[in-house]
């Protein structure tokens, strides 16, 4: 999803005027924009009669971290032209309750903690501390259950996730375990899905001159799957591996293979094939197969050859379609390894292209292309097919940020969610990016990392019409110890203690009470 480059491109066909005469031209939902965007910006009003631009801002303006971005935005819009500033008034009509507490929000959220006023009422509102993703994942499930209960339609319910990790993916399948329509739209960076950490493990042995560790998580994964003699029996994988620990072989590929010979000439036995037979003849396949990994080349000629060896190992190739045991969620995961191999190896063969249209012709070892294509898998997402429509929406948070939500619910709230702490610019660090700027006013001063987030949380929080809910995992995955994010602290700053509502759940028994019940699976146990 290269935006910038698709702006790039539409620049000359701007230049030209292509549309034609245009009445009016409306440019909403944005916070601020990048130079492509600002050049578009001005070849369209050359040919409009009116350009209407809409900023999040606030005058007078006291927020001045919150609403940085827009600020630096407005100031440079000013200066490319003539422009003529309305400032639309916040509303004053009668609101309940839920509206009084999201409009606090929006004109306080940020504000100066001592200065800003505590409202006595949080209607709508709830703050949630679970026990790990799996816990946050069940609350949620529970609260979109009871809207669904009492008639509210699944359409109006948005779960918002930061980013496209783990714990998207806990949530969904929760929520399909509790029979809760949902439409997931997270985008997944391919380093998420099993073809892409099949590839990578495959290629980490042999950097790693097969290492124990390593060797052993190559043959036990789920898509190892190469059609070789020396696998037709099931125990091939752990007998070899045993042996392996037995002779304390914990690296050196040579090394292996010659021990193994070794022991199979002493051996010298004419019945069933020994252990050490057994691990010689699945290891020298082995060797085999990734011979081409031993030799530098092109970065296309590394596409090709990783793409042939995985394909050899069966990676995103079905598993015994209609066999002995298969189930249909083995079917169904199966067929979802394969879309996300022909996905994968389109974006290795894209990137192959570009690099040989720009004239690459270094070989390169296999070091150097592991990190190349660890960088174009971190880089790279996509987002899974939609099998529901009109169910809950589960959506990239900052997906939120121009819809209508009247009941929203953002998880994953923990000071590492927000604010998400990002690496400087590959080429200049923030405090070069603010020298080389044009000089502007005090206020227009590029915005930093940290004010980007604010204003991405508080686009986000009051998109809420009737109901928000913010949770985060005191724990995660990993058993580490999370705290909530401090804008989660921020929020509840606006209101008086006894006011809000924060629940807590921290229970780590795996049975359920019967009140909360939700899947089958609880069912049976309760």
Not at 211 to 226: I, K, M, Y
């Amino acid at each position: 999803r290269d935006v910038t480059g698709v702006q790039t491109c539409a620049l000359p066909i701007c230049r030209r005027g292509a549309f034609g005469h245009l009445s009016l031209v409306v440019i909403d939902g944005f916070a601020d924009f990048t130079q492509p965007q600002y050049e578009i910006i001005e070849h369209l009003s050359q040919f409009a009669e009116r350009v209407l631009i809409s900023l999040p801002l606030e005058n007078p303006r006291l927020r001045n971290d919150l609403f940085a971005k827009s600020a630096a935005a407005f100031e440079e819009i000013k200066s490319r032209g003539q422009a003529a500033v309305t400032w639309l008034p916040p509303p004053d009509a009668p609101v309940d309750n839920a509206a009084a507490s999201f409009r606090h929000i929006a004109q306080h959220l940020f504000d100066n903690p001592r200065t800003a006023p505590k409202l006595d009422t949080a209607a709508g509102l709830e703050i949630v501390e679970a026990a790990g993703p799996s816990g946050e994942a069940r609350v949620i499930a529970e609260r979109v259950r009871t809207l669904l209960l009492e008639g509210v339609s699944p359409e109006q319910i948005v779960i918002a996730v930061r980013g496209s990790d783990e714990e998207s993916t806990i949530l969904g399948e929760t929520l399909a375990a509790a029979g809760i329509p949902h439409d997931g739209t997270v985008r997944l960076p391919f380093t998420r899905t099993p073809v892409a950490r099949a590839m990578l493990c495959v290629l980490r042995n042999e950097s790693a001159d097969w290492d124990f560790e390593s060797l052993c998580t190559l043959l036990r994964l789920n898509q190892f799957r190469p059609s070789w003699p020396a696998l037709r029996s099931p125990q091939s994988v752990d007998v070899t591996i045993r042996l392996l620990r037995k002779r304390k072989l914990g690296s050196n590929r040579l090394q292996i293979l010659r021990r193994l010979s070794l022991d199979v000439e002493s051996e010298n036995s004419s019945g069933e094939p020994t252990a050490s037979a057994v691990a010689l003849g699945l290891l020298r396949q082995l060797s085999a197969a990734t011979e081409s990994l031993r030799q530098p080349s092109l970065f296309a000629g590394w596409v090709d050859r990783i793409v042939s060896l995985c394909d050899e190992l069966g990676i995103g190739r079905p598993a015994r379609i209609g066999g002995p045991g298969t189930t249909e969620g083995d079917i169904e995961l199966d067929a979802r390894d394969a879309e996300d191999w022909d996905r994968l190896k389109d974006v290795l063969y894209e990137a192959a292209r570009t690099l040989t249209f720009l004239g690459e012709e270094r070989e390169i070892d296999l070091g150097e292309f592991v990190r190349r294509l660890q960088d174009i898998l971190d880089s790279q997402d996509f987002a899974a097919e939609q099998k529901v429509r009109g169910g809950v929406r589960i959506l990239d948070a900052a997906d939120v940020r121009n819809l209508e939500v009247p009941h929203l619910f953002l998880a994953g709230l923990s000071d590492a969610s927000f604010p998400r702490g990002r690496p400087d610019d590959c080429l200049y660090s923030q405090s070069e990016r603010r020298s080389h700027a044009r000089p502007r006013s005090a206020i227009a001063v590029a915005s930093s990392p940290h004010q980007d987030e604010m204003l991405l949380f508080y686009s986000i929080v009051t998109r809420a019409r009737r109901s928000l809910t913010l949770s985060y995992p005191a724990v995660s995955a990993s058993g580490q110890p999370l705290f909530p994010s401090p804008y989660v602290t921020a929020i509840r700053s606006l209101f008086q203690p006894a006011a809000l509502r924060v629940t807590a759940y921290n229970e780590l028994d795996p049975v359920p009470s019967p009140e909360r019940a939700i899947t089958e699976t609880d069912l049976r146990l309760v």
